[in-house]
C-alpha cells in the first residue's frame, strides 16, 4: 500500500514539473520574461486606445507581439 501511494506522489510530482516547464507564452531569442511581459502589456494598451470590439482584441494583440518579434511558444 504505501509502495503504491508513493509511486502516486511520484507520478504527480513529475506531472507537476513538467507542466511548469512547458507554459505557453510569448517568446523571443534574448529577451527575458520580464520584457515579454511589458511588450504584451504594451500591446494590450494600444489596442484598448483603439476601442475596437472585444472580437477582434485577441487578434490585434497578437499582430501586434509578432510585429515586435515575439511568437507563441511552449519552451
Same mark, same amino acid.
Given at each position: 500500500m504505501?509502495? *503504491?501511494s508513493l509511486i502516486i506522489l511520484s507520478m504527480s510530482a513529475l506531472t $507537476? $514539473? &513538467?507542466?511548469? !516547464? &512547458?507554459d505557453p507564452a510569448w517568446r523571443k531569442?534574448? +529577451?527575458s520574461h520580464?520584457? !515579454? +511581459?511589458s511588450a504584451l502589456s504594451e500591446c494590450k494598451y494600444q489596442v484598448g486606445l483603439? *476601442?475596437?470590439a472585444k472580437s477582434e482584441q485577441n487578434e490585434l494583440v497578437k499582430s501586434c507581439m509578432q510585429a515586435k518579434g515575439f511568437r507563441w511558444r511552449t519552451n
Open positions: 504505501f509502495q *503504491k $507537476l $514539473l &513538467s507542466g511548469c !516547464a &512547458s531569442p534574448g +529577451v520580464e520584457d !515579454a +511581459v483603439n *476601442k475596437v
